[in-house]
Nanobody
Framework: QVQLVESGGGLVQAGESLRLSCEASGLSLDYSAIGWFRQTPGNEREGVSC????????TYADSVKGRFTISRENGENMVYLQMDMLSSEDTGEYYC???????????????????WGRGTQVTVSS
């Protein structure tokens, strides 16, 4: 059974940093596409950052470019999202997700991802 568990969220002030973690069990993340998504009340879940399984190519939403960094720890089944220079607009529930292994050419859209964690809340006060 595949399980993804996010951690690292919390309440911070604008300009501060957080590092989110996602631990996977039941599958190997070493060559899997992975993604971080966020959702705010009343809005659809959106892709924040994703990493391809084939060559580790990363993508970022325009709003987080230069501030967020996605990474993985191969062999440890861990995925991270380093978030720097946080602003109130980054407030939301953050989820990590993984697509089914048979999917190829996965981008950073929510409909391309099949296994989801329960999320971790990030709140940035201004």
């Amino acid at each position: 059974q595949v399980q993804l568990v996010e951690s690292g969220g919390g309440l911070v002030q604008a300009g501060e940093s957080l590092r989110l973690s996602c631990e996977a069990s039941g599958l190997s993340l070493d060559y899997s596409a992975i993604g971080w998504f966020r959702q705010t009340p009343g809005n659809e879940r959106e892709g924040v950052s994703c990493m391809s399984g084939k060559d580790g190519t990363t993508t970022y939403a325009d709003s987080v470019k230069g501030r967020f960094t996605i990474s993985r720890e191969n062999g440890e089944n861990m995925v991270y999202l380093q978030m720097d220079m946080l602003s109130s607009e980054d407030t939301g529930e953050y989820y990590c997700a993984v697509p089914y292994p048979w999917r190829h050419g996965v981008g950073c859209s929510t409909d391309e991802y099949d296994w989801w964690g329960r999320g971790t809340q990030v709140t940035v006060s201004s």
